[in-house]
Structure formats: structure tokens, C-alpha cells
T-cell receptor
Framework: GAVVSQHPSWVICKSGTSVKIECRSLDFQATTMFWYRQFPKQSLMLMATSNEGSKATYEQGVEKDKFLINHASLTLSTLTVTSAHPEDSSFYIC????????????FGPGTRLTVT | AQTVTQSQPEMSVQEAETVTLSCTYD???????LFWYKQPPSRQMILVIRQEAYKQQNATENRFSVNFQKAAKSFSLKISDSQLGDAAMYFC???????????FGTGTRLQVFP
């Protein structure tokens, strides 16, 4: 089946620094990738949608300048949390899909970010 | 705007028994897709089952089946012969026909007792 990887699985960074999370589709070309944020015991909150080679579309309330998304190829998207603060600590999940049709989203295993 | 509601924050079931998780949604679209995802303690999201709205037949995947009531906008998940490995958070999700975005419900935590 389709596999999506995320790296790193867990990262700790200091307040004020930036951290990059990678999302890769390993065995298929993803026309669209999604970034979610999940707080403990809560549902997934969509942050942004990115298509290869174009700018990401951010959901309302998500700061574009804080959460930089780059979808450089059909197999790689990155999320950079800039000037991280403790309130950015969360679980970040990416997913990838092939646009159109009944295609499902394939989810990565997630990245736990802790900002100290 | 579309919404997905899961009214059961927690459910429990005895091993080998059957449990049904509820999901309702609101939409003005006639064509769409519905999904149930499982999130075990590892937090890896796993697709359990998918239903296309234009199909009247309820989807089934081994021990998992759905009761899709389009007019009532209801999409429940039935797990038969529950196993300890079924313990997880279950999320109901909606996807419009012309979009790739998923709208998730708030989730139902399922506990399975031996």
C-alpha cells in the first residue's frame, strides 16, 4: 500500500528557533499534501493544503509566516515552524493524496514537536 | 459549510462482541465520500472503510461495516467480533466530491475489554 513517512518523529527545540519537518510519499507521486495539527485527545485540525510547485493554501487562523510549507516535488513536502514558541508544541501529521476520484489520504506517522 | 459530528466521546465493548460507533454529517452536496479512520496509540492514522455517497450498498471490510443512511445523513461503523487490537480513537471524515480536503469529526475512543 501507499506509504508516507515523516522525519523526524520527535523533535525538541528551543524557543525562538526554527524547525523543519519533512513529509515524503515513498511509493507514489502525491499531487496534494496536507498538514494537520493534533492536540492531545482532540481531532485533527487542517493547517494547510499544498500542491506540487505552487503556494500552499492555509486554513483560516493559521499564520502563514510562522508555518512555512514547501512542496518542492511530487514526493516531498516540508513544514517549517519559524520562531517556535512553547504554544507551538503539538503533534503534526502530514498526509498525501492523488487528486480527484475516491482516492484516500495516506497519513504519515506524525511528528511530536516540543518547544522548550 | 460541511460538519461532521460524533456524539460518543467514548465507547467500550467486550472482546468478541459487536459495537457501533455513530457519525452524522451535514452537507448540501449530493456527491461525496465518507471515511472511518482509526488512530491507535501509535497515532498512525489508518483507513478503516470508505463509502461513496452514490453507492446505495453499505461498504464492508472484513469485521467492519457501515450503515450509510444518506437521507438521514448518518454513517455509523459496526465492528463485529471485537478484538483487543481494535482499541483506538475512531474518526469519521467527510470529503466533498470536488475537493481533496477531509473534514473530521471529534472522534470516539473505543476501549475493548477482555
Amino acid at each position: 500500500g501507499a506509504v508516507v513517512s515523516q522525519h523526524p518523529s520527535w523533535v525538541i527545540c528551543k524557543s525562538g528557533t526554527s524547525v523543519k519537518i519533512e513529509c515524503r510519499s515513498l511509493d507514489f507521486q502525491a499531487t496534494t499534501m496536507f498538514w494537520y495539527r493534533q492536540f492531545p485527545k482532540q481531532s485533527l485540525m487542517l493547517m494547510a493544503t499544498s500542491n506540487e510547485g505552487s503556494k500552499a493554501t492555509y486554513e483560516q487562523g493559521v499564520e502563514k509566516d510562522k508555518f512555512l510549507i514547501n512542496h518542492a516535488s511530487l514526493t516531498l513536502s516540508t513544514l517549517t515552524v519559524t520562531s517556535a514558541h512553547p504554544e507551538d508544541s503539538s503533534f503534526y501529521i502530514c498526509s498525501a493524496s492523488v487528486s480527484g476520484g475516491p482516492y484516500e489520504q495516506y497519513f504519515g506517522p506524525g511528528t511530536r514537536l516540543t518547544v522548550t | 459549510a460541511q460538519t461532521v459530528t460524533q456524539s460518543q466521546p467514548e465507547m467500550s465493548v467486550q472482546e468478541a462482541e459487536t459495537v457501533t460507533l455513530s457519525c452524522t454529517y451535514d452537507t448540501s452536496e449530493s456527491d461525496y465520500y465518507l471515511f472511518w479512520y482509526k488512530q491507535p496509540p501509535s497515532r498512525q492514522m489508518i483507513l478503516v472503510i470508505r463509502q461513496e455517497a452514490y453507492k446505495q450498498q453499505n461498504a464492508t471490510e472484513n469485521r467492519f461495516s457501515v450503515n450509510f443512511q444518506k437521507a438521514a445523513k448518518s454513517f455509523s461503523l459496526k465492528i463485529s467480533d471485537s478484538q483487543l487490537g481494535d482499541a483506538a480513537m475512531y474518526f469519521c471524515a467527510y470529503r466533498g466530491y470536488n475537493t481533496d480536503k477531509l473534514i473530521f469529526g471529534t472522534g470516539t475512543r473505543l476501549q475493548v475489554f477482555p
